[in-house]
């Protein structure tokens, strides 16, 4: 597994809007739930480039995921809680 498709984020920035909600992504939060490293204006990542692990989800089913779920049922549960997100 070299090679994934790419997650098909449509970046809405609802879980950098979120980040409060997930004791993995508890570190990011500003203090209102939002990320640290987000800037609403723009819905762009600050340091996207070098963002944590956490906020990459190839890597995250990479090193954590990657013999539980296939690719393909990673992206739909990841979809899954966008949706929920999406929702609030």
Not at 10 to 36: A, P, W, Y
Not at 44 to 67: A, M, S, T
């Amino acid at each position: 597994m070299s090679f994934l498709t790419p997650f098909p984020c449509d970046k809405c920035g609802m879980c950098c809007c979120h980040v409060n909600l997930s004791l993995e992504t508890q570190f990011l939060d500003r203090g209102d739930g939002i990320c640290i490293a987000y800037n609403q204006h723009l819905k762009l990542c600050r340091i996207y480039n070098v963002r944590p692990d956490i906020c990459r989800v190839d890597e995250q089913y990479k090193k954590n995921y990657k013999n539980k779920y296939t690719w393909q049922e990673f992206i739909e549960l990841n979809q899954i809680a966008c949706r929920i997100l999406l929702s609030k």
